[in-house]
C-alpha cells in the first residue's frame, strides 16, 4: 500500500524515534508498504517518521544506480533500529534530496564513513563499518530518526537562500508527483 509522505512542517519529522521489538505489529507489512511508498515516489531511502511513526524504521534501495555503481545491484535493504556509534574523520560533500523536502537539492557535508549497529529484517543483529555512498544514504535517513533533516546540515546562507520553498510547504505547497501529507 503506498503511503503518504509527511513533508517539511509536520512534527513527527522533529522527534526522536524509538526503538521498536520484534513483536511490533505488522511490522512486516510496514516494511513491504515503506518499501512500495519509496520505490513508487522514486527515492533511494525512507525512514519511518516519513511515513508519520516515529519508530526506528529505516528502507534502502540502491538497486536503480547500479547501471553506475555496479556493487548496488539488487541492493534493497531495512534497517531496525539502526544507531551510528563512530564515524569516521574524512569528510566529504554530495548534493542531497529529501522526499519529505520536495524540490530541495543541496550540497551537504558528512563523513565518508560511520559505524553502524542495526536489525534486519529477520531480526538479525549487525555491527559494521559502512563507507561511500551507502555510509552517506544511511546517515541521511537515520537523521530523520533523530528528528534531524539534510537541511539543518547547511549553512545560514544557504538555509536562507530556501527559506521560501520551504514557507511554501509550511502552507501546504508542495509540489511532487507523489502523495504528501502537509501541514496544511
Not at 519529522?13 to 512486516?28: F, G, H, M, V
Request: glycine share 6%; net charge negative.
Amino acid at each position: 500500500m503506498i503511503l503518504p509522505i509527511y513533508v517539511y512542517g509536520q512534527s513527527v519529522l522533529r522527534q526522536d524515534a524509538e526503538d521498536i521489538t520484534p513483536d511490533y505489529p505488522n511490522l512486516k507489512q510496514l516494511v513491504a508498504d515503506m518499501h512500495e511508498t519509496m520505490d513508487r515516489a522514486d527515492g533511494v531511502g525512507l525512514a519511518a517518521p516519513q511515513v508519520g511513526l516515529p519508530i526506528r524504521v529505516v528502507v534502502v534501495n540502491l538497486d536503480c544506480l547500479s547501471d553506475d555503481m555496479p556493487e548496488f545491484k539488487g541492493f534493497r535493504r531495512t534497517y531496525i533500529n539502526p544507531h551510528i556509534l563512530e564515524m569516521g574523520e574524512e569528510m566529504v560533500s554530495m548534493e542531497e534530496g529529501c522526499l519529505s523536502l520536495p524540490g530541495i537539492h543541496e550540497s551537504v557535508k558528512r563523513p565518508d564513513k560511520i559505524h553502524v549497529t542495526y536489525l534486519d529484517e529477520d531480526m538479525n543483529a549487525h555491527d559494521e563499518w559502512v563507507e561511500g555512498y551507502l555510509a552517506r544514504v544511511m546517515q541521511h535517513e537515520f537523521d530523520h530518526l533523530d528528528g534531524t533533516m539534510f537541511i539543518d546540515h547547511l549553512s545560514s546562507l544557504r538555509k536562507q537562500m530556501i527559506k521560501g520553498k520551504l514557507n511554501n510547504m509550511l502552507k501546504g505547497k508542495a509540489r511532487c508527483a507523489y502523495k504528501v501529507k502537509t501541514v496544511k
